[in-house]
């Protein structure tokens, strides 16, 4: 058996600016077969020919020209900005959509978590859609039997088991989904963005499924905005960045790389909205945007060594608040929070009334090394988390002449404290 069990070859897919993609059951692939055996030929023909034209106005490549070889028994991280064409990659290795050019080879049987709960029909049962759902991912009943129980006991809905799905929280449907697709026996598991939902605690659980998926020899392609499980998990990284393969190497040098082409930022606005949100939340209040303090002779979201760092944020309240609370949390580009602050360390505030509002947030100099750092913003009330995203904006330190002076850039860590040493001669 071959030690590769993905092999990319000068991928690409190209859509067409108000198209739609016409997606073919098996019966019509079998009976155009039949009816016209040399149909495909032709079409594949004329596929490569359209595939050789030049680009139209109205064309787009979600992926151009990308190449990697994953190795058996790896885990593997593919990380990049929304719209990097990430989940299109996983749909063509997945066999959900067809490249436009090039190859993607497959050693093994795969399974995909692309969309958790697909195929979830809300009038049936849990214990009906457990079977349901396992057919819709390839597993056949025999097998369904058998992880049966180890499903159920995952998903924690056995009180629940024979009631319809429609009747189920959020958190219970996607508890059940992702169990039964996480007990697939796959070669290869595929995973996109599947753990932005539920709370901490079921996260952590299904990153340890996902983890011993990778520890039992089977092939891991997983795919998150939340760089902390991606470093707790991977050990490779791939970098996908305007549909080409930007960076392919190990996990931390990849998130690093990650981080300084998300902090190229050319507006001084950030739109927090549609930050990836990987706790539930009561959303009374929303974090809507971030607006940079400027630095003479320095770009949006820079800030110098040793010099402090403003920013405001702009929140929306759709209903009265009792006890506010915001807090900031800093992370290092590795994905490991080095800080956190709270509101209340500072002022407290009764009760805040619905509208927008902007929050001036500022940190006194504390020694932060040079390179890039990643905010997250909560709130908070007296019932519990508003809203909360660990990735809202990504900042960088750059270095200046004091920076120079200390030689900073050979430290370890993140921060330069300030210490006081003293000599005496004994």
């Excluded at 490249?99 to 049936?124: C, M, N, Q, W």
């Excluded at 949100?277 to 110098?304: F, H, K, M, N, V």
Aim: glycine share 10%; proline share 4%.
């Amino acid at each position: 058996m071959s030690d590769i069990a993905i092999r990319v070859e000068g991928l690409g897919k190209r859509y067409r600016m108000g198209q739609r993609e016409r997606y073919k059951t098996l019966r019509d692939t079998v009976t155009h077969a039949v009816s016209s055996p040399f149909r495909w030929v032709r079409a594949l023909a004329a596929s490569r020919a359209r595939s050789g034209e030049k680009d139209r106005s109205d064309s787009f490549w979600a992926l151009k020209d990308v190449s990697f070889d994953v190795p058996r028994g790896s885990i593997v991280g593919v990380i990049g900005r929304n719209g990097a064409g990430k989940s299109t990659l996983l749909k063509v290795l997945s066999r959900i959509t067809e490249p436009t050019e090039g190859r993607a080879k497959i050693y093994g049987r795969v399974g995909s978590l692309l969309d958790v709960g697909t195929g979830f029909h809300p009038e049936l049962t849990g214990r009906e859609n457990i079977f349901l759902n396992g057919a819709i991912l390839g597993m056949h009943r025999v097998e369904v039997l058998r992880k049966f129980d180890e499903i159920v006991a995952f998903a924690e809905i056995d009180k629940f088991l024979d009631t319809p799905v429609k009747r189920y929280s959020s958190g219970m449907y996607v508890r059940l989904a992702f169990a039964v697709a996480a007990h697939l026996e796959p070669d290869i598991l595929v995973v996109d963005e599947v753990l932005a939902v539920g709370d901490v605690q079921f996260q952590k659980k299904c990153l340890g499924k996902i983890g011993a998926v990778g520890t039992d020899g089977r092939t891991v392609l997983f795919v998150s905005h939340v760089i902390s499980s991606v470093l707790k998990l991977c050990s490779r990284g791939i970098l996908i960045d305007g549909g080409r393969l930007s960076f392919d190497g190990d996990v931390k040098t990849t998130v690093h790389k990650y981080a300084s082409t998300a902090s190229q930022l050319t507006d001084e606005t950030v739109d927090v909205s549609g930050a990836p949100r990987p706790l539930d939340s009561l959303g009374r209040a929303r974090i809507i945007s971030a607006l940079s303090g400027l630095t003479p002779e320095l770009g949006p979201w820079q800030y110098p060594y040793q010099g402090p760092i403003a920013f405001k944020v702009v929140i929306h309240v759709s209903a009265p608040l009792d006890g506010f609370c915001f807090g900031v949390a800093l992370y290092a580009s590795t994905g490991w929070e080095i800080a956190s602050s709270l509101s209340s360390h500072n002022f407290t505030v009764g009760r805040v009334y619905p509208g927008d509002h902007v929050l001036s947030i500022s940190y006194s100099p504390f020694g932060l090394i040079p390179g890039f750092y990643r905010l997250g913003f909560s709130i908070r009330s007296a019932s519990g988390f508003e809203d909360y995203t660990d990735s809202a904006v990504t900042i960088e330190v750059v270095a200046n002449e004091e920076a120079g002076r200390h030689r900073v850039e050979t430290f370890g860590g993140a921060i330069v404290p300030k210490v006081s040493y003293a000599l005496e001669c004994i």
